[in-house]
């Protein structure tokens, strides 16, 4: 009777032991679960998920060589009168503005020309050089608005859950709209129609297999059709053929003045004039010019000249000078060549 007893009672703590081991395992999975949560990005600001640590290592940026600092701002910006502005682009001597709800037009010396109230909030914007159309990206569509203003002539077909636009760009016969939730680039036509490669619904969108890390996500267009577009979590910047195939592809992760720190960058992008490419980093923030190819030309703004967390945007006007949308500060900072800088010297050369 007492070995039986004595059986019990040991099996009775083995069990005791296994539970502690049990419910130890279950603690630390919630601890990490709850790590995790808290190093995620949602909101893009910081570094996707890669952690405090992460974002420790980034801010030892190194310095930059002033021979690069070949931009100087306006003093005066533009203030968008916005709480919470979103996304810019410039064309035809218009810059548009979207953001709190509201689609804001300013002429080239930054005078108001249009304001025009919206029923959800937009995510970006895209101009039209000539007609006055513009094109709105909305969280899972597109809108139209005509250049009247006076109201959104056409909202195309919602893009489903998972949906996220966050960039919108143009060609002549296309529109372009950057799906960070989807992480692909898709492609329609001027009526709203999707438009895929070969025009066979089958193949898929125009361009897939990104890593966003974060909800942010940029597309521009070269006037031969060609697309570049943002693969952040590769810190790199591809170009695209009319039909979506890889032609090249530049950019590194580095601290260094020429590579792209943070978990996540470039952020925006905006081709210029020559065809050079200006990019915005999150994060430590710093906004540059690359050659065609992917060779750094100059610094446009350091991250001595960033505060907050907001996250840029960029536009280029028909004048080649870089617009930083800053919302921050809720203003258009505007950025011309210094004189004596050509500013299409170098990029002429690395073509």
């Known amino acids: 009777m007492t070995a039986d007893r004595e059986d019990r009672k040991k099996a009775r703590l083995k069990v005791s032991a296994g ?10 999975a919630v601890i990490v679960a709850a790590i995790a949560l808290l190093n995620m990005d949602t909101t893009g600001r910081r570094g996707a998920g890669y952690g405090r640590g992460f974002d ?47 689609l804001v037009v300013f002429d080239s010396d930054g005078r108001e020309s249009a304001r025009h109230a919206l029923t959800q909030e937009p995510q970006a914007v ?3 050089d000539g007609d006055g159309t513009i094109y709105l990206a909305m969280r899972d569509h597109v809108e139209v608005v ?7 002539e056409s909202a195309w ?15 002549d016969k296309y529109v372009f709209v950057a799906d960070a939730g989807n992480r692909v680039v898709r492609r329609f036509d001027k009526t709203g129609r999707e438009v895929f490669r070969g025009g066979d619904p089958a193949c898929g969108p125009f361009a897939s297999g990104f890593i966003v890390p974060s909800p942010h996500m940029d597309v ?7 697309v570049i577009v943002v693969n952040p979590g590769k810190h790199s910047v591809q170009v695209r ?13 580095g601290a260094d003045a020429e590579g792209l720190a943070g978990c996540c960058n470039p952020v925006a ?25 992917g060779k750094l030309e100059s610094v446009v703004a350091g991250s001595d000249r960033f505060s907050g967390d907001g996250v840029l945007d960029l536009a280029g006007d028909s004048s080649g000078r870089v617009l930083v949308l800053d919302p921050d500060r809720k203003q258009v900072r505007i950025f011309t060549r210094r004189a004596g800088q050509p500013a299409t010297a170098a990029a002429g050369a690395d073509r």
Do not use: F, H, Q
């Open 19 to 28: 539970n502690v081991v049990i419910g130890a395992a279950m603690l630390a």
């Open 146 to 152: 005509r250049g009247n203003l006076v109201s959104v």
């Open 269 to 293: 992008i905006a081709r210029l004039p020559d065809g050079r490419i200006a990019t915005a980093e999150k994060g430590i923030k710093r906004v540059k010019v690359y050659t065609p190819r």
């Open 157 to 171: 077909k919602a893009l489903g859950p998972e949906a996220m636009l966050t960039s919108i760009a143009l060609s």
């Open 220 to 226: 521009a267009v070269e006037p031969d059709g060609r």
């Open 56 to 102: 420790a290592r980034v801010a030892r940026l190194e310095p930059v060589d002033p021979a690069l600092l070949k931009w100087v701002e306006s003093a005066e910006p533009i203030r968008t009168g916005m709480e919470n502005p979103r996304g810019i682009a410039a064309a035809g001597g218009r810059i548009c503005v979207v953001g709190d709800r509201v």
């Open 241 to 253: 053929g009319g039909e979506g195939t890889l032609i090249t592809a530049w950019g590194r992760y």
């Open 126 to 128: 895209a101009c039209v």
